[in-house]
């Protein structure tokens, strides 16, 4: 029996330049768009991926990585399939949280707050910018649910594929957007020894936002 690898033997030493209170924007969301772009400009494969954490009524986390389809002081914008997993717990519970990891340049974001649906305007005009391919297999897939085998997906590819043609295909009725409102932000910034640098900024009742360094 192969020997279990030890977690240890991958340890990694950051080596971040650090971060300073004078380095930060005073707007979170400026922030976030000064190091979004710096990981676009460092080449990092997708600079978009972002883990997303929900917990249902029950108050069972669940996380799974998603995309970042968009961001502004409203907030921050990924699509899914409403009748999923994390639909479901969204709808019980609208609290959710955000990562971003970037070990390229020794950086993590953390986002957390209220998520809304966006309007279904908003879904429908990223809808139709997404691949036919992926049009369709937002009909096709049940997303979370149990299936007896991949056939069964094939199959209703290919039925919605013969049921639309060439016509233009309707925004589905479970499927849209979800805006996670920021109520706090945190930046990360890894350095020697452990002793990272992180502040957080919380937004207060009249909109502007406490900034706070956080021991590491």
């Keep these: 029996m192969e020997t279990p690898r030890d977690p240890n033997a991958s340890r990694y030493e950051h080596v971040g330049k650090g971060l300073r209170r004078g380095d930060l924007d005073r707007d979170p969301i400026k922030q976030f768009g000064n190091w ?27 996380v799974r990585i998603v995309l970042l389809k968009g961001f502004d002081h409203d907030g921050f ?39 809304e649906k966006t309007p279904r305007e908003e ?31 094939d199959a209703r590819m290919a039925e919605m594929t013969e049921r639309f043609g060439d016509k233009r295909i309707p925004l589905p009725p479970h499927w849209g957007g979800y805006r996670v409102k920021p109520e706090t932000i945190e930046f990360w910034q890894g350095r020697p020894n452990r002793l990272h640098d992180r502040f957080r900024y919380t937004r207060r009742k009249n909109g502007g936002w406490l900034i706070e360094r956080l021991a590491p």
């Design 123 to 153: 879904s429908q005009t990223y809808f139709h910018s997404r691949p036919v391919g992926s049009q369709l297999s937002a009909w096709a897939s049940r997303q979370s649910q149990v299936v007896d085998g991949r056939r069964v997906l």
């Design 36 to 62: 979004f772009t710096a990981a676009i400009e460092a080449g990092i494969r997708d600079v978009n991926a972002m883990s997303l954490a929900t917990a249902g009524a029950n108050g069972r986390p669940s």
């Design 77 to 115: 914008v990924f699509f899914t399939n409403y009748e999923s997993e994390k639909g479901r717990q969204l709808d019980a519970n609208p609290y959710a949280a955000l990562a971003f990891y970037w070990i390229e340049l020794d950086r993590q974001i953390r986002i957390s707050g209220r998520a």
